[in-house]
């Protein structure tokens, strides 16, 4: 099959290796049709990657283990985390909670941007027909990700008229933002460092303002961080307003500082880190999407093919698209 190596410094070869086998009755092997670029990627971009990455994955069933129920053919998107089945938040669907994941698709085992992956039936979601393979792409980390960290908020969050604001306009900050607007929330926020994310920000219905932590002190009930930098961080901690809740889920491998200080020693407010959703929100997940499908459509900036992995890589890197799909065929 053909596969991407991603080796640092921005580039990446397309090789061909041998495809995946069944080793497991319970495996089957994914037929890749289509893969969303993430943000999270592009460490692995500039770095280089052990496994083959790619983590937002729609395809079809193409061979399956003597014990998967689920037939040859059948669309599906691919649930990220190895997670065990066993433990007590497991057994009640909380799968993103499991204590025992030791692997994510596309991080420590190979994952989307290849011809073919291969997974556990239990990470496999079949979607409807009238999902497309784009469509089921956005329902993992950019609307999944997303509404579950509202939902996990939400028992802090009690008149949906409060001031939210959105720290970051890169793909998981912009569907946020449709997301909250998805869920009721009128009142939405946004800042970034870049002025022309900023703009787009508008576009997709938030007010833009520039980050000021003096002016924005303690003026937003609801404070997403999606941007996973420091000052991001920052401007959460002093923008939340006392009583109100902070979700911390962009991404990042820097550690979060928080500088003690009279300020933040005497504010009451909620801490909330969110990773990513479980499976027990699936089906609401779904519905939420067709309910605003042409809403949640405009994140796909383009969709190219396979072979122009690198260049879609640095004009993603560049800011010039939002969310870009690689299709398989």
């Known amino acids: 099959m053909k596969a991407a190596n991603f080796l640092g410094e921005n580039k990446i070869n397309i090789v061909e290796k041998e495809a995946p086998h069944l080793e497991f009755e319970n495996d089957v092997i994914v037929e890749v049709n289509c ?4 943000g999270s990627d592009k ?11 790619g983590h937002e994955i729609s395809g079809t069933i193409y061979k399956k283990g003597k014990d998967v129920k689920l037939r040859i053919g ?42 073919y992956v291969k997974v556990p039936e239990q990470n496999v979601i079949p979607i409807p027909d009238d999902i497309s393979d784009e469509d089921g792409v956005l329902l993992l980390d950019t609307i999944g990700t997303a509404a579950h960290a509202v939902r996990l908020a939400m028992p802090t969050l009690k008149n949906k008229e409060e001031n939210t604001l959105v720290i970051g306009c890169g793909p998981l900050g912009l569907g946020m933002i449709l997301v909250l607007k998805a869920f009721g929330f009128n009142n939405i926020f946004a800042t970034d460092i870049s002025p022309e994310k900023l703009d787009l920000s508008k576009s997709f219905g938030a007010i833009p303002i ?29 923008s939340v307003e006392p009583g109100g ?13 928080i500088n003690p200080n009279p300020i933040l020693r005497r504010k009451d407010f909620y801490t909330i880190r969110s990773f990513y959703f479980p499976l027990n929100e699936v ?23 396979f072979d122009n992995l690198q260049n879609t890589f640095i004009k993603f890197c ?3 698209t939002i969310k870009p799909f690689i299709k398989m065929k």
Do not use: M
């Open 35 to 38: 893969c969303g670029l993430c």
């Open 283 to 305: 089906n609401e997940n779904i519905e939420l999407y067709k309910s605003n499908k042409e809403s949640f459509r405009k994140l796909i900036s383009e969709i190219v093919g």
């Open 74 to 115: 059948q669309r599906v998107i691919i649930y990220i985390p190895i997670y065990c089945g066993k433990c007590k938040f497991c057994e009640v669907g909380n799968t993103n909670q499991c204590q025992n994941i030791k692997e994510l698709v596309g991080w420590q085992r190979s994952g989307g941007y290849a011809e």
């Open 245 to 257: 809740s902070l979700v911390i889920l962009g991404e990042s491998n820097d550690p979060f500082i």
């Open 318 to 320: 560049e800011s010039k």
């Open 43 to 53: 460490r692995l971009f500039r770095e280089g990657a052990k496994h083959t990455p």
């Open 210 to 238: 520039q980050s000021d932590t003096n002016k924005q002190k303690n003026q937003f009930k609801f404070v997403v961080e999606a941007s996973g930098s420091s000052s991001g961080r920052e401007t959460g901690l002093y």
